[in-house]
């Protein structure tokens, strides 16, 4: 069963950039869809970038696309996600994601989840 790790998080002023990472093991890296979410206070958990199996597939919502930076290094088994130009309303928990399946930016069933790894921005 695949387990996730992520690291990376910290407190940032509003404009900087943080790169989160998220590493994998107990599974095969490469036959996972990878997906980043994040969940602020009191709203729901939201999908920020999905990846797909060889890197090539890239989706993210309105909100950070342009910002936000996905990628994936099979050979190291883990997942990236840079955030650049933060804003306060970026503040959240960040988590990665595996799955089997994609459509586009939807992952399938969700295999496993990570810890997380809290990212604050300040104004």
């Known amino acids: 069963q695949v387990q996730l790790v992520e690291s990376g998080g910290g407190l940032v002023q509003a404009g900087g950039s943080l790169r989160l990472s998220c590493a994998a093991s107990g599974g095969t890296f490469s036959r996972y869809h990878m997906g980043w979410f994040r969940q602020a206070p009191g709203k729901e958990r939201e999908s920020v970038a999905t990846i797909h199996l060889s890197g090539t597939n890239t989706y993210y919502p309105h909100s950070v696309k342009g910002r936000f930076t996905i990628s994936r290094d099979n050979a190291k088994n883990t997942v990236y996600l840079q955030m650049n130009s933060l804003k306060p309303e970026d503040t959240a928990v960040y988590y990665c994601?595996?799955?089997?399946?994609?459509?586009?930016?939807?992952?399938?069933?969700?295999?496993?989840w990570g810890q997380g790894t809290q990212v604050t921005v300040s104004s």
């Open positions: 994601a595996a799955s089997t399946f994609a459509y586009n930016a939807a992952l399938g069933s969700i295999l496993a």
